[in-house]
């Protein structure tokens, strides 16, 4: 039983930072486990604009410890009036890809798209920029169980959207379903996804362990078991086209713990822990270093990092509740046992 992983410095794929001091708050944790992570854009309002995403990216810089060397990845919020110009405008100012939040589907996601056939050329205009297509899996449809949100997406929105635009490359963000991870396996190469550390580890049983758990509680929401196997089939087989995203996504903790849970699971601060935990539980621990290092980098063709971090197994308890603003945050497992330890 090996006591150290030493890996590749990692990037997480898809973060929530949100802002102001709530950012202050929780960029100091991904700094620390990553050299880089796609920013998401569902801000209130949503960063729409070159010019917002740029500001917003000195805003995260300003938050970071002194002598951090992280580097913040830019995205924009895709809406049914982005404008071609605009991704001509993205690509200049360094953003990398365009979230696609269909309306209503998440967390600040009510300025998203509600037909994706608005897009079109704006679709159009970002596959020949080269930028990505990151995406929410689900449909809306309120006659859709929302277990089955993101297998409906599948056939409704995903599969018309790769015939009509084969060569854009889109990342099937945070997928939680069997479906998905075997849609994904029998792609072309222009189509990814991320993983979190939660739809790795759990089944929705944990949401109900003795009572109602609002800390486990995002979306797309954590699915049966059969489904959380077929992720972890996916991601043990090495294929290059699963990487790591926390969608680490912080919420006061006063938000979780009220009627109307607000979905989103903390996970930054034990963010490789995590991961390490369940890539142990399958016994595919020499598979972790190409999902949190290679696989992104590859996919987005960017290059990938130098120098490395380590793991060491070592038991140790991350803190309950951290501050986040004027307000406290839960991590996941926040007061448990971890069994790795980031050195
Ligand atoms: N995953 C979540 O449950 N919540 C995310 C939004 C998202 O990624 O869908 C958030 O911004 O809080
Ligand atoms: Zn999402
Ligand atoms: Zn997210």
Redesign the pocket.
């Known amino acids: 039983m090996s006591t150290t992983l030493t890996l590749t410095r990692p990037d997480d794929w898809?973060l929530?930072l949100r802002d102001d001091a709530a950012l202050a708050s929780v960029a100091p944790y991904t700094a620390q486990q990553f050299a880089r992570a796609i920013v998401?854009p569902?801000l209130r309002p949503p960063i729409t604009t070159a010019a917002q995403a740029m500001a917003y990216r000195e805003r995260i810089l300003a938050a970071l410890p002194a002598g951090s060397d992280f580097q913040p990845l830019m995205t924009l919020y895709l809406t049914n009036n982005t404008a071609p110009a605009e991704v001509a405008a993205a690509k200049a100012a360094g953003v990398v890809a365009l979230k696609l939040y269909p309306a209503g589907a998440?967390t600040n996601s009510d300025a998203g798209v509600t037909d994706i056939r608005k897009c079109y050329a704006t679709l159009e205009a970002m596959q020949r920029a080269g930028l990505l297509l990151l995406v929410?899996g689900e449909v809306t449809d309120p006659a859709i169980d929302v277990f089955d949100r993101e297998a409906v997406f599948i056939d409704r929105v995903m599969q018309p959207l790769r015939r009509d635009f084969p060569e854009l490359k889109v990342v099937f963000?945070?997928i939680t379903t069997k479906e998905a991870a075997q849609y994904v396996s029998s792609s072309d190469r222009f189509t990814a996804a991320t993983l979190t550390p939660q739809h790795l580890l759990y089944n929705r049983n944990a949401l109900f362990t003795g009572g109602l758990r609002p800390h486990y509680y995002c979306l797309p929401v954590l699915k049966r078991e059969e489904h959380r196997l077929a992720l972890c089939q996916a991601v043990a087989s090495g294929s290059p086209k699963f990487f790591l995203g926390t969608?680490s996504?912080p919420h006061a903790a006063q938000l979780k713990e009220a009627s109307v849970c607000g979905a989103?699971c903390f996970t930054a601060l034990s963010a490789l822990e995590l991961y390490a935990e369940a890539f142990e539980l399958l016994g595919a621990l020499d598979k972790l270093e190409a999902f949190a290092s290679f696989n992104g980098p590859d996919f987005y063709g960017l290059p990938r990092n130098t120098g490395t971090v380590t793991l060491k197994r070592e038991p140790w308890t991350p803190p309950a509740a951290v501050a986040f603003g004027d307000a406290q945050l839960k991590p996941l497992r926040g007061g448990e046992t971890l069994n790795w330890k980031l050195q």
Do not use: I, K
Request: hydrophobic share 20%; net charge negative; no cysteine.
């Open positions: 898809h929530h998401m569902n998440t929410h963000e945070h969608d996504a989103g």
